[in-house]
């Protein structure tokens, strides 16, 4: 029963609810929500005198729901999935003029790999348009995509389902990359030259991406003692082959961009190593909103299976 308040619950407050009823955390709601902690918890001050009702307590290092809030999720998801509706309904989007800013989940192969031709599509279609890359984190993939704090999901997630779309974009597969002269190894080496080698290892543990198997893959195959390195991205493993005799296997597009922008030599690994695929993933909620239909829409002319960036890949 609510107390006789005179104020009454707006958008943001119900979004404070959602949001925590999601993320759990004080710190990782504030994030999402773009607002400090002490604002938070100053929110969620005045939502409990409002129900007359704690809504969250703190157990262990989680706020956890209440009774109460946990009746409240379907209504405050349905009242929140229905102003979306409305604003998708009511407000074109017009690249030529839009100022809008887009958010990206990726990792940093797909940033290095698929930003240029993006800004340069920009440049043309959508000059106010900003781009924000979002570092990915997988627990908080699905929420942001939810939340409207990321717009699109680029690479590839098999995990990323309940409510989710996705729309396949490329294949592709794995090469290596290694400095040019280096004392050893050949283009085509063979497996034992192969593993014989230094090697740089790209760790994609917590990105939910399918590099992990790869990953996996590459460690089956290369004595451990070979591994002398392990980084969290693709071009800090780059630069390490750059500047030592180590070997760095990356996903293939991004190996051919670096194997030319660093002067490196491309290397075919002699070890099985599995192909996988690029999509774009969206929320639900956002299917039928124009500005992410628009966005999509380009990614997809830029990047699908039929454009010139698909065909040109090694």
Do not use: C
């Not at 984190?137 to 704090?149: R, T």
Request: avoid cysteine; hydrophobic fraction near 45%.
């Amino acid at each position: 029963m609510l107390r006789g308040h005179a104020e009454s619950l707006d958008l943001h407050q119900l979004r404070v609810i959602d949001v925590l009823l999601r993320e759990r955390s004080v710190t990782r709601s504030s994030m999402v929500l773009n607002i400090t902690q002490p604002a938070l918890s100053k929110a969620l001050g005045r939502l409990r005198g409002y129900f007359d009702d704690p809504l969250f307590v703190r157990v262990g290092l989680q706020m956890e729901p209440t009774p109460k809030a946990l009746s409240m999720a379907p209504g405050v998801r349905a009242i929140l999935d229905g102003v979306q509706a409305l604003k998708a309904d009511q407000v074109p989007f017009d690249p030529r003029v839009s100022d809008r800013s887009f958010s990206f989940l990726a990792v940093d192969a797909a940033i290095v790999v698929m930003l240029p031709p993006i800004v340069r599509a920009l440049e043309v279609e959508a000059p106010s348009v900003h781009l924000r890359a979002v570092p990915l984190e997988a627990e908080h993939l699905h929420g942001w995509l939810q939340s409207g704090k990321a717009d699109i999901a680029i690479g590839s997630y098999p995990n990323l389902t309940q409510g989710i779309r996705r729309q396949s974009l490329f294949s592709a597969t794995y090469m290596s990359l290694m400095r040019r002269g280096h004392p050893r190894l050949s283009k085509t080496p063979s497996v034992a030259d192969f593993i014989a080698e230094k090697h740089v290892l790209v760790v994609a543990e917590r990105t939910g991406h399918a590099m992990q198997v790869a990953e996996e893959a590459l460690e089956s195959a290369i004595p451990p003692q070979n591994i002398t390195i392990r980084v969290p991205g693709f071009t800090a493993a780059a630069l390490a082959a750059k500047q030592t005799d180590a070997i760095a296997t990356l996903p293939s597009p991004l190996a051919a961009v670096l194997a030319r922008e660093l002067d490196l030599e491309l290397v075919k690994p002699p070890v099985r190593l599995p192909k996988f695929e690029i999509a774009q993933y969206w929320h639900e909620r956002y299917h039928r909103e124009p500005g992410n239909k628009w966005m999509r829409a380009m990614l997809f002319g830029l990047f699908g299976a039929s454009s010139k960036f698909a065909a040109q890949l090694p």
